[in-house]
């Protein structure tokens, strides 16, 4: 293994060919026409390779890992599964989550979230709460289109947040895969 | 003196007053948000014609704190600020703040958490290298060569999107390791986007490199030598392009780039078209290292891509669900946070722009006393009046293309 | 305290010994306290004495200790491209009067951050050829990288100049 010092190839004239001007700009013309007749080639027989995406008609399907605007993971009986430990509050560098816990009486959990805001205009989609979460109860969905008109209806409630299990497995998988992995014992650092 | 009649000079007066032509300098101001510049900074210009006499650069449009915010932060939730500092490269500031955490903890993450993080950095830097050449391309009037090269960045960024879960601000490396595995697939994702990416620099190069009126836009603008670039602590690429190989990867080797097969290109004169074809050349030996991390991940086969040690890094999630001991762990880790004994470390890795240090001060608290990024951009930008004055205005646009100011980063 | 293990600081203790506060080399950065008024000197020194030639100047920062005196410290990291070796000088500053020589005369690239320090901490140096703010608007109250400036401090919005 090897690491070089190479000089780069400066062009130190140009030919006569080049500095015509016309020949390059036929080059150009070359390369730029592949593009186009291959992408026409592609509309044509349904086979698109172009880059472009006809949003909003079409959408991008994003990778497993992607994280989207966080969200609540609904239990079967539509109650969130968070038992509003606040530990996601303590973890988020924005302070965007609020949470105030409540009672919960004739269920094994005892607690749940009376209510449970986050600011999506502060969110910075990092993903520390879902990180932080000690019962797999907010994870980043795949949603990003949260424009809106006002500052305010960017205030999420725990209403809003609440997705069911089952339209969230993509993200829950994804999460799972990685729960069983090992670690490393912490090896001192080299002349330490 | 005679008092006969002469011949009126273009513009002069019957009166005989003297025209004014380029008798008084003018104040042009640049900015701050110009489409000819990527990147939010003011010049103001000080012009006789069209030939710029001085400039006086004015940064500070994009400063949001990064050091005083980190400071009311735990060393964990720092990590996410430090994304916000360059959009092009999150990966390697990412990397930057977690070694020199990791120094002041002393601590070695496990091989294959370094390889990861190679592989991570380098596809950070070639979407980095991949927008400064498309962007100068497009301030420089040309189209097509902006849209392969961006082209080739939102390929890049898929792969990054696939690794990281997020194509800008990724989040993705951990104090003592990184946020997850590679992904299933990668290696045959990876192996498309070289090719595709090899593909598109072809045509790029076809497109621009020996084009003329490209070439006579950047050969010989924005010179700065080797004892300018040296005094003014200008690293990178810029440096390199004027003949210096200092390249961290290679004189201070971290991670595992000791093990890695890479070229590091050095320029001649120091000019921007030097620095077009060194950062060209770097986007290669990217491509290459890319392609060693991969094969490299593979052979060595499933491992543990964290330390295990519940002071520097959140135990892992699958315990936490099964055990008492793990969940108390958590909710004690995420509180408090890591607590970094007291002491102070510089760390610095080569980022796509030159030197990104990290100056860190601990009392052996969870928060930083201080948090200093040493950032590339801001360093590079300092010279540009000496690289410009004489030259035509129109020379300042891929001077400043070229050095890659990136505004997050240079203003914090 | 004196950690003579880097023959940097070895080098340094011989002839500047009088002129330093302390060394060390914790997690194998060697570091040097310079007494404010010789700073000028050792770093002059640092950059032109054969075998050490520290031609660049990395990085100039400033860290605020609140409540011990002296306050402020002046951190710099110099790199030698020529040895490809590290070296961290500090120097300690009065809160009372935190002034400290400009090293604009040794290196180039002192200038801006040096603004930046007294921008953001309001530490003045001395012979430097134009000291103003860079990264704030020159409107701005205070220096915010100080401990004693809140963090939520707000200031309303910048009035648009007249021309």
Redesign the interface.
């Known amino acids: ?11 130190a004239k ?1 030919t006569w060919v ?2 015509l ?1 016309l020949p ?1 700009i036929l ?2 013309l070359w ?2 026409s592949r ?1 186009f007749f291959r992408n026409l080639w592609g509309f044509a027989t349904g086979r698109s390779e172009a ?1 472009v995406v006809q949003y909003p008609e079409e959408r991008v399907d ?6 989207g605007m966080p969200v609540l993971v609904a239990r079967g009986d539509g109650l969130p599964r968070c038992v509003a ?1 606040g ?1 996601c509050e ?4 924005t302070d965007c989550i609020r949470i105030v816990p409540g009672e919960l009486p004739d269920d094994a959990v005892e607690r749940t979230p009376r209510s449970f805001t986050i600011d999506m205009a502060r969110c ?5 709460c879902e ?2 979460c ?1 019962e ?1 109860a907010i994870v ?1 969905s795949r949603e990003v289109e949260i424009a809106t008109f006002t500052r305010d209806a960017m205030l999420y409630e725990k209403e809003h947040l609440l997705v069911p299990e089952a339209l969230l497995e993509r993200r829950l998988g ?2 799972r895969a ?13 002349g ?1 | 003196m005679s008092t006969g009649p002469r011949l009126r000079l273009p513009g002069e007066r019957k009166d005989g007053a003297q025209p004014d032509l380029h008798a008084e300098h003018q104040i042009l101001n640049m900015g701050p948000s110009h489409p000819a510049t990527h990147g939010t900074v003011k010049f103001l210009i000080e012009l006789d014609g069209e030939s710029i006499v001085d400039l006086d650069v004015q ?2 449009y994009v ?1 949001r ?1 990064f ?3 980190c ?3 735990s060393w ?6 430090t ?1 916000r500092l360059n959009y092009n490269s999150a990966i390697l500031c990412n990397l930057g703040f977690c070694m020199a955490v ?3 903890l ?3 993450t ?1 091989e294959r958490c370094q390889w990861l993080r190679v592989l991570a950095g380098e596809i950070s830097r070639l979407g980095d290298h991949l927008t400064r050449c498309g962007a100068s391309c497009l301030e420089l009037q040309a189209m ?1 060569p902006f849209l392969y090269g961006i ?1 080739a960045r ?1 390929l890049v960024w ?1 792969l990054q ?6 194509r800008v ?1 990724t ?1 993705y490396v951990r104090i ?2 990184v ?3 590679l ?1 299933e697939g990668f290696a045959a994702a990876a192996g498309d986007l070289l090719a595709k990416v090899r593909s598109l620099l072809r ?1 790029f190069d ?2 621009v ?5 490209f ?1 006579d836009r950047l050969k010989d603008t924005g010179v700065l030598s080797k004892e ?1 670039c ?4 200008v ?1 990178g690429p810029v440096l390199r392009a004027a003949g ?4 961290l ?4 080797p971290y991670l595992v ?13 120091g000019d921007n ?2 620095r077009y ?2 950062c060209v ?1 770097e986007m290669q030996q990217s491509l290459r290292i890319v392609e060693q991390c991969v094969d490299r991940l593979g052979a060595l086969g499933p ?7 519940p002071r ?3 135990p ?3 315990r ?2 099964e055990g008492m001991e793990e ?1 108390i762990q ?2 004690k880790s ?2 408090e946070g890591p607590k970094v004994p007291a ?4 760390l ?1 890795i080569e980022s796509a722009n030159g ?1 990104l ?1 990290f ?1 860190l ?1 601990s009392d052996g608290s969870q928060r930083p ?2 948090v ?1 990024c ?1 950032p590339p951009s ?2 590079n930008l ?2 540009l009046p000496l690289m410009v004055r004489g030259a035509m205005l129109a020379d300042l646009i891929p001077t400043f293309d070229f050095l890659n100011m990136i505004g997050g980063e240079c ?2 | 305290m004196d950690d003579c293990a880097s023959p940097l600081l070895r080098r340094l203790l011989d002839t500047h010994g009088s002129a330093l506060h302390a060394t060390h080399a ?2 194998g ?1 060697a ?1 040097a306290i310079v007494k404010p008024p010789a700073l000028l000197e050792v770093m002059g020194f640092l950059r032109d004495e054969p075998g050490l030639e520290f ?5 100039l ?1 400033a ?3 609140l409540g011990e005196e002296p306050r402020f410290e002046m ?1 710099y ?1 110099l ?1 030698s ?1 020529a040895r ?1 070796h ?1 070296l ?1 000088i500090k120097a300690r500053l009065p809160e009372s009067e935190p002034v400290v020589a400009s090293l604009t005369g040794l ?3 002192a ?3 040096e603004r ?1 320090v007294f921008d ?1 901490y309001g530490i003045r140096f001395e012979g430097h050829p134009d000291l103003r ?5 020159e409107s701005f109250e205070g220096h ?2 100080r401990k004693d ?1 809140p ?1 939520a401090a707000r200031r309303p919005p910048v009035e648009p100049r007249q021309a």
């Open positions: 293994m090897a690491v070089r010092v190479v000089t780069v190839n400066r062009v140009l080049e500095r001007y390059m080059k150009g390369v730029t593009h880059f994003f990778a497993d890992a992607f994280r430990c530990l303590f973890a988020c560098p910075m989609f990092c993903g520390l990180e932080s000690p797999e980043m994804f999460l990685e729960y069983g992995r090992e670690r490393a014992p912490a090896a001192p650092r080299d330490a | 940064v500070g400063h704190g050091e005083k915010e400071e009311s932060r964990y939730q720092c990590i996410p600020y994304d990791e120094k002041l002393e601590i070695e496990p097509t082209e939102e898929d999107e696939m690794l990281c879960g997020a601000t989040n003592g390791g946020k997850h595995d992904p045509d076809a497109v490199t020996r084009n003329r009126i070439v300018d040296i005094r003014h602590a690293t210096v190989p200092l390249d990867r290679k004189d201070e780039y000791d093990q890695l097969d890479f070229d590091v290109p050095v320029g001649t004169v078209y030097d074809l060194v050349e491992g543990p891509v964290d330390v295990d040690d520097v890094r959140w892992a999630k699958g936490v669900f969940l958590q909710f995420v509180t002491g102070e470390g510089y610095a030197e240090g100056y001060v006393v201080k200093r040493r801001f360093l300092q010279p203003d914090r | 914790r997690l950065d570091t031609d660049m100047l990395l990085d920062t860290v605020d200790h951190v990291h790199y491209l490809n590290r961290r290196w180039a690239s200038d801006w951050m930046e953001l703010r860079i990264l704030l608007d915010p990288l400036h963090k």
